[in-house]
């Protein structure tokens, strides 16, 4: 059916914007977590706490993209509604076991799986359900879905720190609980207007069959070398992408201890975020095709640079300054990533083309932030971490500089196929086209001698 372009659609998109702030808003200030976290579980005997404190929140992080192939799949089957419920009902119980952990081990298990796998659950269905409800709008409620995230990650930080201060952090945790409760409320709002591929293969009433693993699972998008390139090459720049989210505030504190308010680097990395994603979003309807990837490509190269220029930020005006340019193109990359896949792909297997990127890169930015934290337990400074994670989004930029004109030949390739395929056509058309008048001909002669 064609989309509506509004009426419930309106209350879907709220819903889904929710979702985005509650997900992302409270992954992108596991900062504050963090140092009550080594406050909370902290031992002077521990030479490798902040390394296994790391990991909590960046297993959290790349377990919600590491699941998104799963729920990919998982939503094509059960339907928007199903998954969302019940991804934000498994979130809520993980928040809430965190709250009643005594160690961090545990942690692991409650926050950094449990947690993240109901969030991944919840997420993915808030994208796929909008494209039922708008069509001509969709860049526009995109936008506003995707700047919910930016406004939860702008104003929870602050909010994080007064509940720690005045209830800790287990009751912190708790009051974060309500924000997936809502979560869960708002899946209920995912009314269906595509059927999904359990109401296609066996009806309403009809007994439900699986269908063929070719369909769960395509992985035909790996045929296109282009998408190959693209999908190797942003897991290769993410190795240090999201250091500098779970180890910022920490290092701050280490340089210029309680004198200055970190939590205003999370604020700005916030609101220039947002601002990235309506700005170079806009910019990238301008550029046409694959070349939309040099938008990555930049955004990759300042997200190293300024990774490289935390240790030199002596001066917390100039970390300011930093962590706005950073919060630009980190938006820039983030907002671009649908039209590239669907640049690459084609409408046709886009959903499963981003699932499978979201899983890839599951992997950089799980492993990225602990190794940072082994390296300051090491060192006793972050100096080193912060360097070495300017790197590989320098590398993966350059690895990606080569999409365009590797899709711009499969393109000529494709155009070249059709058409000699078109012209072998007409020529077995005129073969039988003179073969018919041929046979045709003696039958006319022989007709007329009778």
Partial sequence: PEPPEGGWGWVVMLAAMWCNGAVFGIQNSCGVLFVSMLRLFGSSEDKQLVFKTAWVSSLSMGMVFFCSPIVSIFTDLFGCRKVAVIGAAVGLVGLLSSSFVSTIEPLYFTYGILFACGCSFAYQPSLVILGHYFKKRLGLVNGIVTAGSSLFT??????????????????????????????????????????????KEGGKKGKFRLPPGKKICNFSVFKVLSYRIWAFGIPAALFGYFVPYVHLMNHVKDRFGDSVPEEVLLLCLGITSGVGRLVFGRVADYIPGAKKIYLQVASFFFIGLMSMMIPLCNVFGALVAVCLFMGLFDGCFICIMAPIAFELVGAQDVSQAIGFLLGLMSVPMTVGPPIAGLLRDKLGTYDVAFYLAGVPPLIGGAILCFIPWVHERQKLKERSKPVDGETTEKMLENESTLVSDATEKPVKELDSGF
Wanted: proline share 7%; hydrophobic share 55%; glycine share 2%.
């Fill in 154 to 199: 702008v104003s929870l930080p602050f909010l994080l720190r007064v509940l720690i201060d005045s209830v800790d952090l287990y009751n912190t945790l708790r009051v974060l609980c309500i924000l997936m409760f809502v979560l869960f409320l708002a899946g209920f709002t995912y009314k269906p207007l595509v059927p999904n591929t359990k109401d």
